[in-house]
């Protein structure tokens, strides 16, 4: 039973419901020193799992090619027209938002939530042990931070929010349902790897949050597919050549 992962959709939706209900009634000067907190927040959970790093050379090459692919594919563009989609077909059952917000800004908002809600090392990972052992503590955890991020965020956004929800269940069961397959053919080492590839996407988000630089978040999610294939390949190919 997939209980962490029906959790944390939940949290996503009932946060974006309530800040789309509460959104007038909360002060700009609040909601904007949360966002700086929740954005610390993310920074802290990127960190922690940075630290947990075993080949550095291996997650270091997977961040750069995994995000030179991103951008050559232009993941980062079909995921704002996604976005940008999802956006339209709220709208044709319930009204945008009013916001001071430009279309691009409201488009990158929207993106940065939809990798952190759904593309991070934490939830992904999560959703795999959480098929494979049953262990739903990670998903809660993430589901702490993701509904008052929700509630925030829909402040400014709408309801929009919520409908995020739907793409994070779709990739989440999917990782649910392949663990079996997934988790016998990883090691310590390359669920290490893979965490800290989810760490730095999560720093990346936190800056992103707090508007101090605009990481490339969407192109950077090919990284962590490469995370662990390159780290297996890292600890039995080359450094026995290296050593």
Known sequence: M??????????VVIGGILGAVMGDKLHMDFKEKLNMVFGACAMTMGVASITLMVYMPAVVFSVVVGTAIGLAIHLGDHISKAAAGLEGLVGRF???????MSDQEFRDTL???????CASGTGIYGSIVSGMTGDHSILISKSIL???????FACSLGIVVSFIAVPQ?????LLFLMA?????????????DFKACGGVLLLA???????VKMFPVADMIPAMILAMPVSWFWANCL???LS
Request: glycine share 6%; net charge positive; hydrophobic share 60%.
């Open 239 to 241: 450094m026995p050549l």
């Open 2 to 11: 997939p209980i962490g992962i029906i959790i944390n959709v939940l949290s």
């Open 146 to 152: 993701d509904i008052f991020t929700a509630l925030i």
């Open 205 to 211: 988000t936190g800056f992103r949050m707090i508007k």
């Open 180 to 192: 079996g397959l997934i988790f016998p053919l990883t090691t310590p080492e390359m669920i290490n």
């Open 169 to 173: 269940f779709v990739i989440f069961m």
């Open 94 to 100: 319930l009204p945008k938002k009013e916001s001071s």
């Open 111 to 117: 993106i940065t939530l939809i990798v952190l809600f």
